[in-house]
Structure formats: C-alpha cells, structure tokens
C-alpha cells in the first residue's frame, strides 16, 4: 500500500485511534485480514467469521510486526476502531485508489473472468507495472484488499469483480472507479440465484454504467446479451470476439495438436498471429478481451501478440495440465463449473486426445436453481456427442443427472459410470487408466474434487519410483 499514517488512516475511514501513541506512524506493508500474512509494516483487518475472531489475533500480529490493528472494538494494543471493518476497508481503498495515477480496468462475466484477469495482467505487465486480483479475490472484501497492494509505481490496476445479486458490481465500482470497463459473457453460473439470464445481465452491466466518457467499454460482440449493454454506458464500446463486426477479432481459430488455440489477432492498429500455452479453444475470447484492453492502453498488434503467446495460467486448477511419467496426462479444471465452462472443457478434452482415451471426471454444477436437471442431463448428453471415451459421474443426485443424460444420449452402458464420492473415482481411475490416457476433473468448488486430480498426479509419481 502507498504509505499513510495512522491518524490519516483513521481520518479517513472515520475511526478512533486506541492505544496508539504516535498517530503519525505509518503503515508501509500489506493490508491483511489473515494473521498468517503479516509482515512488518501491515496493517491488519479483524473480521469476525463464523468461526473465527480476528480480534482474538490481534497481540499476535503485532507481535508479528502489524503497526496496528483495524478493528469494530479496542483490542489492547495500537487499534483504528471503526463500526463497521468493512465499510471501512472499502472507504481506505477508495481513498488509495484515488490518490493513484494508475488506470483501473476492472472485469466482469459468468465464466473465464479468472483467466482473462490473469492474461489482462500479463499483458499489460509487459508494459508497465501492474497489480491484480489473486485468484477469484473478487468480492466486497477481497476487492478492496487487492487494491489496497497498489504503490506509487503502479501504473495499472486489474479487478475483477463477481456478483451474487443486483447491485453487487455497482456496490465494487463505486470502491474501485474503472476507467475501463470489461464483461465477457452472461452465462448460468448462480442462475438459481438470479433468476434468470435477464437478471445476470442486468447485474453484470452495472460495470460499465459509471465508466467516465474519456473511458471504454469492452464488450463481448458474440453474446447477445452482452452486446445489448452498450446503451448503458456514456464510455467509448469497443467489440471483442470472432464476429465480423468486432473491433478486435480472431480469424483462423484452430487448436494445436496438443489443445492450445493458435489464431490471427486483428484490431484497428494491425493484425499478428497468437498461439496460446493455455488449452482450450474458450481461451480465444478471453485473449480478444484481453487485447481489446491492450490496445485501448496503446499497445501494438505485435506486442499484445508476444505477450498473448507467452501468457501462461496464473491461478490454480484451472486447466491445469500434467503429464504422469507413464504418459497419463491430467486436466485439473477442479476449481468451478458452469455449463458454459463445463462445455468448453470437454471440448478441451477431446481436442487434446485426439488417438487416446478420453475420461470426464465430473461432478456438480451448484447454483442452478430450476435448471439443474436440464443443465447436467445436457452436459453427459454433451459427452457422448464428443466422443469422450468414459464418463464418470462423481456425488449424488446431479451426479446421477450426468451419468443419466449420457446413458439415454448414446446407450453408453459401461461407458458411463456414476460413484459415489472422490475416493470411488480414485480407485476407479487407479484401476482403469492406461498410459496415455488424458482425464479431465470437472467440477463446482463445493464438490473438491480437486482431491482425484492430487491422488492421481501422486499414483503417477509412485509409479516413476517403482519403475527406477
């Protein structure tokens, strides 16, 4: 964080100073709320979680170097007590944010905003110093938090911001202005909570509505709903995507043999040709948006092209891909799932395993509402239509719901198999996977099955042992 004194931080969130006695001490580390992320200098933000109380930590992370502690009662030790830690971490991030003379590109969608913040990242890194979300820290804590680890050398800022209702992202915006604008598609994650893909449109948009007018507009000129936002702001809309009208578009998408996009990048200052690391033909759209970006920024076909082509996965079980030493290779896409990123990553499966076995490890896709049953049958029907070579359904009645549409689909029989839990389909796998073999593991978050891919790449490495 750019330094600031206690008696500023405290001005500003509207607190009181406790048990502090030089206000003019200044906070020069990281703004925390875990206890095991203090460092000299910090500043540390005690929640009260379901759990846990971070003010019960408080002697402990100033023990540990923390200036003080930001907290919604006095603790014994240097305290800015506020009534509410939130809104007060949000307040200091507004001030810090304001004080930069960073541009803030913040990005919205109902997939792939997680990958396209980290290929946003990279490529403007390349440019100048740059700051972005860690993983999927996108909500009303996590947002602040990010920003709050921008300095003085930043020159750019990237957020991404999530939503879970009406008003979520216009709440994040009003924390973090964005000059520029991102939104990448209206999909069926948190439909169930929604209520429909209206009302996913209507909460995505609100990115764009208070964008300045000397800011822009990404929008995704493939998806309907997102094209249909650009009325609701007064920025400049710039369209991303593979539709003809797009001011930045791909031409000649195709995969490798190995899985990773390779496509001709054009945009209004010039064309270059990209071949991704990532795997998956998804990946372009969320290269067109990262460039779109780059370009508003003044970047140049050829720059954002190298850096697109370098780009690597920033954050984890996101197709991530490991090849066992017995030639088995893993897909780990474990960390969320939708029908829109279930789609893409079976067809990320088969492009990859063109002459081997195919095997989808699947599981939930939470937060569907009404849509679950169509939603899952439809995502196994998907399966058999690829040719992937053995499904298997892992959990309970959704799980059923997968093994079911793929069964009725094409009659799979022993193709398509449905267990009960993470452990099942590890001692499935362990009996059944052969050298060569490309299995990819699917799934919403709650279900963990991030745990088969971690038990597979471990058979992989104990079979390396044995074999010397």
């Known amino acids: 964080m750019i330094a600031l004194s206690l008696a500023e931080i405290a001005a500003v969130v509207g607190g009181q100073t406790h048990d502090i006695p030089d206000p003019s001490v200044r906070v020069t580390g990281p703004v925390v709320r875990d206890s095991r992320e203090v460092v000299p200098g910090s500043l540390f933000a005690a929640f009260v979680g379901e759990r846990v109380d971070g003010h019960d930590f408080a002697p402990q992370v100033v023990e540990a170097g923390a200036v003080a502690v930001l907290a919604s009662r006095p603790v014994g030790v240097p305290a800015i007590v506020v009534e509410d830690v939130q809104n007060a971490l949000g307040a200091l991030a507004r001030h810090v944010v304001a004080r930069l003379g960073a541009t803030l590109v913040a990005l919205t969608g109902s997939a792939g905003k997680t990958s396209t913040k980290d290929l946003i990242a990279q490529v403007l890194s390349t440019k100048a110093p740059t700051v972005f979300t860690p993983g999927s820290f996108n909500n009303e804590i996590g947002l602040p938090l990010t920003a709050l680890t921008a300095t ?74 997102v094209r249909a936002m650009a009325p609701r ?31 001709r990048l054009h945009t209004p200052s010039g064309a270059a040709d990209v071949t991704m690391r990532l795997y998956g033909e998804h990946h372009v759209s969320n290269a067109l948006a990262a460039a779109a970006v780059a370009h508003e920024l003044g970047m140049s076909a050829e720059e954002i092209a190298t850096a697109l082509s370098g780009a690597g996965s920033l954050s984890r079980w996101r197709m991530e891909v490991t090849e066992r030493p017995d030639g088995v290779t893993i897909v780990n896409d474990a960390y969320n799932a939708n029908p829109e990123s279930m789609r893409a990553a079976l067809r990320a499966l088969v492009a990859m395993g063109k002459g081997r076995r195919t095997w989808a490890v699947l599981g939930k896709m939470a937060e569907l509402g009404d849509e679950a049953l169509a939603e899952h049958d439809a995502v196994g029907r998907l399966a058999v239509r690829l040719n992937v070579s053995k499904l298997v359904a892992v959990g309970g009645i959704e799980a059923s719901w997968l093994q079911l549409g793929a069964y009725n689909e094409g009659s799979w029989g022993e193709e398509s198999v449905h267990v009960s839990d993470a452990q099942a389909a590890i001692d499935l796998l362990r009996s059944e996977l052969r050298p060569g073999d490309v299995v990819l593991v699917k799934a919403s978050r709650s279900v963990g099955l991030e745990g088969v891919a971690a038990a597979l790449l471990e058979t992989g490495a104990e079979g390396e042992v044995a074999a010397r």
Do not use: C, W
């Open 233 to 263: 702001t007064k920025a400049k809309v710039v369209l991303f995507g593979e539709s003809a009208e797009a001011d930045v578009r791909a031409e000649n998408v195709r995969l490798t043999d190995t899985g990773q996009p390779s496509f």
């Open 152 to 225: 003085e050398e930043t020159r750019f800022l990237v957020l991404e911001m999530g939503a879970r209702g009406i008003g979520h992202i216009r709440y994040l915006t009003g924390l973090t202005p964005p000059r520029i604008g991102v939104v990448l598609n209206v999909g069926s994650a948190h439909i169930g909570e929604f209520g429909g893909r209206e009302q996913i449109a209507q909460a995505k948009g609100e990115i764009i509505e208070g964008l300045p007018e000397d800011g822009a507009a990404i929008l995704n000129a493939d998806d309907p709903l």
